[in-house]
T-cell receptor, first 113, second 108 residues
Framework: DAGVIQSPRHEVTEMGQEVTLRCKPISGHNSLFWYRQTMMRGLELLIYFNNNVPIDDSGMPEDRFSAKMPNASFSTLKIQPSEPRDSAVYFC???FGQGIEAFFGQGTRLTVV | GIQVEQSPPDLILQEGANSTLRCNFSDSVNNLQWFHQNPWGQLINLFYIPSGTKQNGRLSATTVATERYSLLYISSSQTTDSGVYFCAVVTGGFKTIFGAGTRLFVKA
């Protein structure tokens, strides 16, 4: 298996623009997680899905952030409008069931200028 | 919410030395993982260890769930071991919470 695949790997955008990050989980995994990593706050869980349904989105920082999982093989994290403080590395992870070992993608480094 | 504390925050080793990293957590957890984040930012799975002891080459880990801690042992450290080591716990609500990490630098 190719592992968790995220795209793009790097994104530079101007403040106010919409940003969409994409994630393909490992085939057969039914739990998917979005994390954000910054120097100040470390690795934070933003939202996680189980069987394509959002279970806990309490980590989503503001209404500007939204996430969807239309099917078992694809998820998006959207920021609209983006702000410089959203600059971070965003990771997607998947696991075979809740509470089971999670595997991470390579991350997307987002820079908002 | 649950607190996950890792120690030490920073560690410098001479190549060949051994070390022990610790992870304390404040409440019962369903599972625990150790990750290594390499200098390129990739998060690599080391151990999935809700309890007991596991070994993989020069690395081993022990989790004592009843006492709410886990230890990661690195023996005969190499420069490629440098990076940040994270402990992550899975709570009763199936949320995964990361510690702040231990930053390791191994000198040649």
């Amino acid at each position: 298996d190719a592992g968790v695949i995220q795209s793009p790997r790097h994104e530079v955008t101007e403040m106010g623009q919409e940003v969409t990050l994409r994630c393909k989980p490992i085939s057969g995994h039914n739990s998917l997680f979005w994390y954000r990593q910054t120097m100040m706050r470390g690795l934070e869980l933003l939202i996680y899905f189980n069987n394509n349904v959002p279970i806990d989105d309490s980590g989503m920082p503001e209404d500007r952030f939204s996430a969807k999982m239309p099917n078992a093989s694809f998820s998006t994290l959207k920021i609209q409008p983006s702000e410089p403080r959203d600059s971070a590395v965003y990771f997607c992870a998947s696991s075979f069931g809740q509470g089971i070992e999670a595997f991470f993608g390579q991350g997307t480094r987002l820079t908002v200028v | 919410g649950i607190q996950v504390e890792q120690s030490p925050p920073d560690l410098i080793l001479q190549e060949g030395a051994n070390s022990t990293l610790r992870c304390n957590f404040s409440d019962s957890v369903n599972n625990l993982q150790w990750f290594h984040q390499n200098p390129w930012g990739q998060l690599i799975n080391l151990f999935y260890i809700p309890s007991g002891t596991k070994q993989n080459g020069r690395l081993s880990a022990t989790t004592v769930a009843t006492e709410r801690y886990s230890l990661l042992y690195i023996s005969s450290s190499q420069t490629t071991d440098s990076g940040v080591y994270f402990c992550a716990v899975v709570t009763g609500g199936f949320k995964t919470i990361f510690g702040a990490g231990t930053r390791l630098f191994v000198k040649a």
